[in-house]
C-alpha cells in the first residue's frame, strides 16, 4: 500500500517536472524557424552499444545514451530531457548531428506537447545472432552475449507510458526467429496490442509470427536480394533459396502484411535477376516490395568486391517499374547522400530523354 503510494507520487512528480520542462521549451522556440526532425521526438532504436532517436540518416545519428545503462538511467523525463538537449543543438550552426540527413528540416516550430509524448516506432537492434552470412553484413554472425534483456526494456517503456497501440516495434538487425525470448517479445506486444515488425531472413518459420500475420498484429519484413538460387546462395552464403520461398508463402496464405526486400548492389542487378525476382514474388501472391541500396558496407568497409554504380541506379528504376506494372506496391529505402540522389535523378532524367526519342522515331 505504501509502495503503491510512493509510486504514485514519483509518478506524479515526474509529468509535474515534464510539463515544467516542455512549456519553459516552447517558450524558447515558438514563432521561430528551426531545424528539426519529424522522426526524432517519436522513435527508440537500441543497438549493441548505444540507444539513438533513430536508426538512419545521418552518419551523426543523435544518442540518447549507453546501452548498458539503460536500464539504470531510462525514464519518460529523461527522454524528454534529452530530445530537448538535441533540438537545441540541432540549432547551433555548428552542429554535426544529423549532419546531411534528409529528414532534417527548416520549419516553423511545432510546440511540444505532454499528451503527444509516446514512440511511434521502438527499433531493437540488438540481435548479432544469425543463421546466415550475407556478405554485406559485416560480422554480425559474431557469437557476441546479448547487452540487454529485449523484454525487460520493453516493459520499462510500458511503464514510463511510452508505448501503446500507435507503437510500432521494429525487430531488426541480427535475425530475431533465433532469439529466445522472441516468442515471449511477440505475445507481449500482442497482449499490449502494438503493432510489430520481423525484419527476417526467413530461413526458420516461426508460428508466433505466422498467427501474428494471420491477426494483422505482426508484419513481415523478408531480405531475399535474389531471384535466382545461385546469386542467393552467392549473396547469403547458404543454399536456402527454396526453404525461404517456402516460408514466405506460406506467411502470405495468412493475408497478412509479407514486406519482401531487395537490397541491390552489383551482384543482383542485372535484368535476368530482376525479373526472376519479380515473377517469384508473383508466384508467391507479394504486393509489397522494399527496395534498397547497399550502401553501406561499401560506404564504410574497404575490403568489398561489389559496388554501387550506373547500372545497380538503373536496376533500381527497373524493379520499380516491373513491380508497378504488376500492382506491387513499392517502398524505397534508399539513404543516398546529396551526391547520390544527384546522380540517380540525372540517370532519370536521361531515360526520360532517351524514351522521348524513342517514340518520337
Ligand atoms: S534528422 Fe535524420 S539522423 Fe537526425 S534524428 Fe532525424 S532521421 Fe535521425
Ligand atoms: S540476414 Fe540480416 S543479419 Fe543475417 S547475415 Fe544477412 S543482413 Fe546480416
Known sequence: MVENQKSKEKSFNAETNIRKKIDYFNARYIGKTVNDCPIMQKSLYLEDNVYNFCCIGSKSIPCIGLIDEFMDKFTKEFFVNRYIDCFDELQSKTCRICENCAFLKKQKFIPLKYDDLYLKTIGFGTFHRCNVG????????????????????????????????????ILANGEPTIHKQFEEILSKAFN??????????????????????????????????????????????????DIVWKNIK????????????????????????????????????????????????????????????????????????????????????????????????????????????????
Open 250 to 361: 506460406k506467411y502470405r496464405e495468412t493475408g497478412g502484411e509479407v514486406q519482401i526486400k531487395y537490397i541491390i548492389f552489383s551482384y543482383n542487378s542485372s535484368k535476368e535477376e530482376i525479373e526472376a525476382f519479380v515473377n517469384k514474388c508473383l508466384e508467391a501472391n507479394i504486393n509489397y516490395v522494399v527496395i534498397s541500396a547497399e550502401l553501406y558496407s561499401l560506404r564504410h568497409r574497404i575490403e568489398c568486391d561489389w559496388e554501387f554504380g550506373e547500372k545497380e541506379f538503373e536496376a533500381i528504376f527497373y524493379l520499380n517499374e516491373l513491380c508497378r506494372k504488376h500492382n506491387i506496391y513499392v517502398h524505397t529505402e534508399l539513404y543516398f547522400t546529396l551526391e547520390e540522389q544527384v546522380k540517380r535523378f540525372q540517370i532519370l532524367r536521361n531515360k526520360i530523354k532517351k524514351r522521348k526519342i524513342e517514340s518520337n522515331l
Open 192 to 241: 499490449f496490442d502494438t503493432k510489430i515488425q520481423v525484419r527476417t531472413n526467413g530461413l526458420l518459420f516461426s508460428d508466433a509470427l505466422y498467427k501474428g500475420l494471420h491477426s494483422g498484429k505482426a508484419s513481415v519484413n523478408i531480405s531475399v536480394d535474389s531471384g535466382k538460387k545461385e546469386t542467393y546462395a552467392k549473396i547469403k552464403r547458404v543454399d536456402c533459396f
Open 134 to 169: 550475407c556478405v554485406y553484413c559485416g560480422d554480425i554472425t559474431r557469437n557476441i552475449p546479448d547487452v540487454i534483456n529485449i523484454s525487460e526494456v520493453f516493459d520499462r517503456l510500458i511503464s514510463e507510458c511510452l508505448v501503446n497501440s500507435e507503437t510500432q516495434i
